[in-house]
């Protein structure tokens, strides 16, 4: 399979540079009039050359991007698309997980806290579920590298994910795009925008993406069961500008989604190899999750979500004022037969042995963020250029957690923070300048659980032994938690020549205290995990090389996070607890290249090698399935120490879900038809190299070799601004394994089938 797979890609690969030096050699040796687009940036919240920013900083935008969702893809289609840029998720359409440069959290719970932040339109989603809202008509996504809590939303470590939309325009202009693919996906996006009056502009965006079940239950015997969903969103932006030195801009949002949570996979790896067995088949599972006794459930899903900013401007001549009011609200439901198979009274069990029966419910119910953020910022030409902000993000939410056999239990979760930062860059002469840049945060957060709401309902019910739910008044304090810290960060680039520039950068950052209440559910107790501290170093070089032909951005790095947290998820009992590291260990680097080969032929390339390490030589977990009160041991092949003969030492372990290498590269190449159009090839490819699932490693939950590719074959005509093409998504029919469920026995994630179609564009200006 591995060397199937390496093959296959260097296949790949071998062609798109074989179709280079053909290109090549047909070209004309006069000096090529072309050059690569300059790309710009707000990394630093003020738009920059990106080879200006002293910062790792990756983008996707056009076709790159545009590529990547043809298939119908939600936001996981970014994984492994940039450097050192990874995600994952247990929960089908929402709730991702990312990581940068392998930090993340793993935690599948609604209320998990993450290390890596999502800003769409300058606006914080720090929920799982809103990291998860559709992406359509974006006109640049940014990953930001590293720690960057001095200038952005709440506090992060690992980086930040930053999407900004196309807005609205005077002039009239939009566009419209259908698609019709493989297992009846269809897909359809458009835009319009123009102005209503002299001062105000409108753009209205839309998206709606299906997909049909395609997966039977043969436990059932039910054909078309589960795979598919069915998901709308729209977007409402007006901007007021009144005059030259004032603008309003309100965004108005919502999303509505229908469909299927995680595919589970019950025993679809063997013992002691983590190939997919016989078990395993794309089109077919067997599921006997029946959690409220009318019909078995086949894992449904669906979550709305609205939300709205208002984003003011002022620019008072050498000043300008913002400020940011936001507020985003979700709820929702996801169902998943985690065991990934049937477990029969008489014993019978399958596909393979499966112990006991496992489905669950999380709901998410009332979820309300509100953000604030006030900014002044220097407006001119001088040397010194500073901004000054201040921030506050509050946040509130129930989730109940509902099982088979432990009933449904529902704890209420609150989160306020409030922030004051500060930047400033100095050009000390035409070729150094130096930023730096401070913030103090204070974070508190607060867990309720086994109380009574205002109504008198009980927030906790368990079955009864004749089925019903009753009241269940668990005895736990209110859980309540708050830090405060100063983050920092130190910076300079350095432009050798003018296409030419080095940089350095230190940053210093904080995660705020962390209350996982999960193991309530399976009357476990609540956990909570101290603040982690991360100090990032990191050294780059940005060049344009060539006349201007090629870009070839590279950054090392190296980062300590002190106390860092993780969530130790599994055991027999399936517990997911909280825990400290004593310390967490990284480094390594990330390229990212961009050549304009010829004006026919472009190709985009990266790569990332990072290495990371847990340094605590008493940190234990429960790995698959141990239970010593049954004496058993568990159902993986485990690799590392085990003290008592249960529990493993993780010390020495790579952090979970962070891929030890990640290639990326795309090979665009056109040819010329008439006056005003053109055909084009555009092929993508991803790699994600050797990458262990949980924090105990075993042979089972270990990935490596997993690729994917794309392809977009198709015409483009100028003159009346339409486009055809041909699509495919994992055309290879990769089957790669994204994640595992590890207490029951050896359940497998896997990624998205391969899908074929067709798409037509039309745009008008």
């Known amino acids: 399979m591995r060397t199937h797979k390496i093959a296959s890609l260097a296949l790949a690969v071998s062609a798109a540079f074989s179709s280079s030096v053909l290109a090549q050699e047909a070209a004309t040796t006069e000096k090529k009039e072309a050059s690569l687009e300059q790309i710009t940036v707000t990394a630093q919240k003020r738009t920059q050359s990106i080879q200006e920013v002293p910062i790792s900083v990756a983008t996707l935008s056009g076709e790159k991007f545009e590529s990547l969702f043809s298939g119908g893809e939600d936001i996981l289609a970014l994984a492994v698309r940039v450097p050192g840029l990874y995600a994952e998720s247990s929960n089908g359409r929402v709730a991702p997980r990312f990581y940068i440069r392998g930090l993340g959290n793993t935690d599948f719970d609604l209320a998990a806290s993450q290390p890596v932040s999502i800003i769409m339109d300058e606006v914080v989603m720090e929920n799982v579920v809103l990291k998860s809202f559709p992406l359509f008509d974006v006109q640049q996504v940014e990953v930001l590298r590293g720690p960057q809590g001095t200038l952005f939303g709440r506090n992060t470590t690992a980086g930040i994910i930053k999407f900004d939309t196309v807005k609205p325009t005077q002039d009239v202009e939009g566009y419209a795009k259908a698609g019709f693919g493989s297992y009846g996906t269809m897909n359809f996006e458009g835009a319009i925008s123009g102005g209503l009056t002299d001062e105000l502009s409108a753009r209205l965006s839309l998206l709606s993406q299906e997909r049909d079940d395609y997966i039977d239950n043969a436990f059932t015997g039910e054909n078309d069961a589960i795979g598919g969903y069915d998901e709308k969103a729209y977007r409402l932006q007006l901007l007021w500008e009144p005059s030259a030195d004032f603008s309003a801009l309100l965004n108005v949002h919502g999303r509505e989604l229908e469909g299927t949570a995680s595919i589970f996979r019950a025993n679809v790896f063997d013992k002691g190899s983590n190939e997919l067995n016989a078990n395993y ?90 953000t604030q953020e006030f900014r002044l910022a220097s407006n001119t030409t001088d040397a010194l250029n500073w901004q ?29 923070t409030w922030a004051v930062f500060g930047q400033t860059s100095y050009q000390i002469n035409e070729k150094l300048n130096v930023t730096a840049g401070i913030r103090y945060t204070h974070d508190s957060k607060s867990l309720i659980v086994g109380e009574q709401n205002t109504n008198g309902d009980c927030l906790t019910l368990d079955f009864n032994n004749d089925g019903i739910m009753e009241c269940e008044i668990q005895d736990y304090d209110d859980i309540d938690v708050d830090d ?15 296409d030419m520039s080095v940089f ?87 390229v990212d290249a961009q050549w304009l080969a010829t004006d026919e032929l472009t190709f985009t390339a990266g790569y990332s090698y990072n290495h990371t390490e847990i340094k605590d030589d008493s940190l234990t977990v ?137 798409e037509f564009k039309y745009t008008y200006y």
């Open 281 to 370: 088949d794309r089109e077919t599972v067997y599921y006997d999750g029946d959690l409220q006794g009318d019909g078995i459930d086949n894992n449904p899903q669906e979550y709305d979500g609205f939300g709205a900013s208002l984003k003011l401007e002022y620019d008072m001549d050498e000043v300008t004022f913002t400020s940011i009011s936001a507020i985003e609200t979700a709820d929702g439901s996801s169902l998943g037969d985690v065991d990934g198979g049937f477990n029969l009274a008489d014993g019978t069990s399958g596909p393979g042995f499966i112990p006991f029966s496992a489905v669950t419910q999380d709901n998410l119910d009332d979820l309300e963020q509100y």
């Open 504 to 590: 350095a950068r230190y940053a210093n950052g904080f995660r705020a205290q962390t209350i996982q209440a999960r193991d309530v559910a399976f009357e476990g107790s609540p956990s909570v995990a101290d603040a982690e501290t991360i100090n990032s170093f990191e050294l780059g070089i940005k060049s344009d090389l060539f006349d201007d032909s090629l870009r070839l951005n590279a950054a090392a790095f190296y980062y300590t996070v002190d106390d860092m947290q993780f969530s130790a998820i599994g055991g027999g009992n399936n517990f997911t607890a909280l825990v400290n590291a004593d310390k967490g260990e990284a480094y390594g680097f990330e």
């Open 622 to 758: 429960s790995p698959c399935g141990t239970n010593p009160d049954f004496g058993s041991t568990g159902n993986c092949t485990v690799t590392d120490p085990r003290p008592d003969g249960f529990v493993a030492s993780i010390d020495g372990n790579p952090f979970p879900q962070a891929p030890e290498s990640i290639f990326n590269f795309t090979a665009r190449y056109t040819i010329p038809m008439g006056d005003d159009g053109e055909f084009f090839v555009f092929t993508d490819w991803a790699f994600q190299g050797e990458t262990n699932i949980f924090l105990y490693e075993a042979v089972e939950f270990t990935t490596d070799d997993n690729f994917e590719g794309g392809l977009r074959i198709g015409y483009e005509n100028f003159a009346h601004n339409y486009t055809v093409a041909l699509f495919g998504r994992n055309i290879t029919d990769e089957d790669n394994v994204k994640g595992a469920i590890d207490f029951n026995n050896l359940t497998g994630i896997v990624n998205e089938p391969r899908v074929w179609g067709v």
């Open 484 to 498: 405060g810290q100063t983050s920092f960060e130190l910076s300079a680039n350095y432009r050798v020549t003018d």
């Open 388 to 416: 000054l902000g201040a921030f506050y993000y509050d946040a509130s939410f129930n989730v109940t957690s509902i099982d088979g056999l432990f009933g449904a239990t529902t704890v209420f979760h609150e989160n306020q």
